[in-house]
């Protein structure tokens, strides 16, 4: 049988969500976890690979297993997991069912932290200068996301991915004065590597006047690189809705 499962976890002390040679990551922790569980050999497919550092509210992914379920299995697997993974819920799906190739749909949010918060270094990004940018030039930025197909000047140059189109659905800055936070709602149907963290520290960039919105646009038109580009650091990067067509 095949299941999908939904999870989440923070990312601090992980490589990622994909499995690493020298390095903890993820898919290693979980993978064992259900092997010992279900005593027998487990491989587990992620509905993405999330980077070193980055979190993940809402997860999918799958496996295949032979016999039956135990009722105590959640209880059992969450027990045995570290305190940083949690699996919500198990169900079974038809075979062919693919946790990364069947979604149609992926959200992230990014916060930033407008006040050092000794509660939040590990999910948010505190940069002092970010109480200076202006959250409406941030949006032009993020207005300008939809109205592209491919976002090269979005992904990290040493990606192998084998094309850059993407449709970006909504793409949103959001100030919440009372907890002193930034935040960025991005969703689209597919995200390349480093997409998002790159996207937010050209909405940085922008506020603060390092680069012009003329510069960004420029840069989707003819699909070059910015003059000036920032990838933001991990910590902030939640993962954090997957969406599928059953």
Known sequence: MRYFLTLS????????????????SVQT????????????????????????GVHARYYVAHFDAGGDIPPTFLRGLNSILPNDIAVYSIR????????RYDAFERSYEYHIALRKDPFATETAWFFPQSGQAEVQKMQEVADLLPKYAV??????TDSSTEGYACTVKSALWTHSPDEYRLIFYISANRF?????????????????????????RSALETQTLLKKSLSVPPQGLFLTDVKYPY
């Open 151 to 156: 976002f090269f000047p979005f992904c990290k």
């Open 92 to 99: 079974t799906v038809h075979q062919d069912a693919h946790a």
């Open 192 to 216: 390349l590597r480093g997409m998002v963290r790159l996207i937010v520290g050209a909405c940085m960039n922008v506020a603060l006047g390092k680069i012009d919105l003329t510069d960004v």
């Open 29 to 52: 922790t979980l993978e064992a976890a259900l092997s010992t569980i279900l005593r027998q050999p487990v491989g587990v497919t992620g509905c993405g690979r999330t980077d070193a």
């Open 9 to 24: 976890y923070l990312g601090s002390r992980y490589s990622g969500w994909q499995v690493q040679p020298n390095a903890p």
